[in-house]
């Protein structure tokens, strides 16, 4: 008798898949183990490079016509922001400290201000 070889098609399925997978995964590296995709792919690299380049330039060109800021000169606004809070942050503390060292005198009691005139004589 012979063997009934009934054959499941998820079997054969994935059988047919590993065996693509590895002729794919072969040539692939064949193919990028050549000086000649190196060297394409360092080309493609630097093409990419120089068209973002020549985009943001272009762009820049192009928002300075429409007279808006540039990404360029938005950084350059924040960084002058941030650079301006923290003078401000440090004015303030150092005005707390001023104006709590003021409303005390050496007593303990809230002291005014400087006194530089004397009162009018009552000899009139």
Same mark, same amino acid.
């Given at each position: 008798? *012979?063997?009934?070889? !009934?054959?499941?098609?998820?079997? &054969?399925?994935?059988?047919?898949?590993?065996?693509?997978?590895? *002729?794919?995964?072969?040539?692939?590296?064949?193919? +990028?183990?050549?000086?000649?995709?190196?060297?394409?792919? /360092?080309? @493609? &690299?630097?093409?990419?490079?120089?068209?973002?380049?020549?985009?943001?330039?272009?762009?820049?060109?192009?928002? *300075? !016509?429409? /007279? +808006?800021?540039?990404?360029?000169?938005?950084?350059?606004?924040?960084?002058?922001?941030? !650079?301006?809070?923290?003078? @401000?942050? =440090?004015?303030?503390? =150092?005005? %707390? #400290?001023?104006?709590?060292?003021? #409303? &005390?005198? !050496?007593?303990?009691?809230?002291?005014?201000?400087?006194?530089?005139?004397?009162?009018?004589? %009552?000899?009139?």
């Amino acid at each position: 008798m *012979a063997e009934d070889k !009934s054959v499941d098609p998820s079997v &054969q399925f994935q059988e047919w898949v590993t065996q693509w997978e590895r *002729a794919v995964d072969e040539f692939s590296n064949r193919v +990028m183990g050549t000086d000649e995709f190196s060297k394409s792919m /360092n080309q @493609m &690299q630097s093409l990419q490079i120089e068209f973002q380049k020549q985009f943001g330039e272009l762009m820049a060109r192009q928002l *300075a !016509s429409f /007279n +808006m800021p540039s990404r360029d000169d938005i950084i350059e606004l924040s960084e002058d922001i941030r !650079s301006l809070d923290r003078r @401000m942050a =440090h004015v303030e503390r =150092h005005l %707390e #400290k001023l104006v709590a060292g003021t #409303k &005390q005198g !050496s007593s303990g009691r809230p002291k005014g201000p400087a006194r530089t005139k004397k009162p009018p004589s %009552e000899t009139a």
